[in-house]
């Protein structure tokens, strides 16, 4: 099984793909999408949007998963930040769904418990796992990046617990 995890974001989107033969997880891919190429001249919302469409549709395009995961949205730093992070996660399940896989989502609370063993966790903590856990050769460079594989991970550990996507 394939599964993509994708952590949301309007400026910067953590993907992560992983294999699941059994027991044993494989990373295959793992990065961000920059909304805005330069932060010189950042570009407009929907600009950005449509650079993370475009890039999760060829991503999911080239690795085909079975499972596409995506973190809830918990809270955010004020109600235009929330509204923007709402629209970019709508283009990434547009993106999802449109690829075919099944959706499904995870709050971070339940992301860092399965993944560190602990719902309030850190993000070096969540790096740190990440790494170990997938055997990489060393850490990720982007928090989004490794929250992306962690989100690819609790799925892949705790099937019992995952919630398919809903308005």
């Not at 993509?4 to 400026?11: E, K, L, T």
């Not at 809270?75 to 993106?95: C, D, E, F, T, W």
């Not at 990489?136 to 550990?157: K, T, W």
């Amino acid at each position: 099984m394939v599964i993509a995890g994708i952590d949301p974001g309007s400026r910067t989107t953590g993907f992560g793909v992983v294999t699941l033969n059994g027991n044993r997880v494989k990373c295959l891919d793992y990065g961000v999408i920059v909304g805005s190429p330069s932060k010189k001249a950042p570009q407009q919302l929907h600009h950005r949007l449509a650079r993370i469409y475009s890039e999760l549709t060829a991503l999911l395009s080239k690795h085909e998963p079975d499972v596409v995961v995506v973190e809830d949205v918990f809270h955010a730093a004020n109600a235009n930040s929330a509204l923007k992070l709402g629209q970019a996660r709508g283009v990434i399940l547009l993106a999802a769904a449109q690829s075919g896989a099944e959706v499904f989502r995870y709050t971070p609370l339940e992301v860092k418990k399965a993944v560190v063993g602990y719902g309030r966790a850190h993000k070096d903590q969540i790096k740190m796992m990440v790494t170990r856990l997938l055997n990489l050769p060393g850490e990720p460079s982007s928090h989004d990046a490794a929250d992306a594989l962690a989100i690819a991970l609790c799925h892949a550990f705790r099937p019992n617990f995952s919630k398919k996507a809903s308005a």
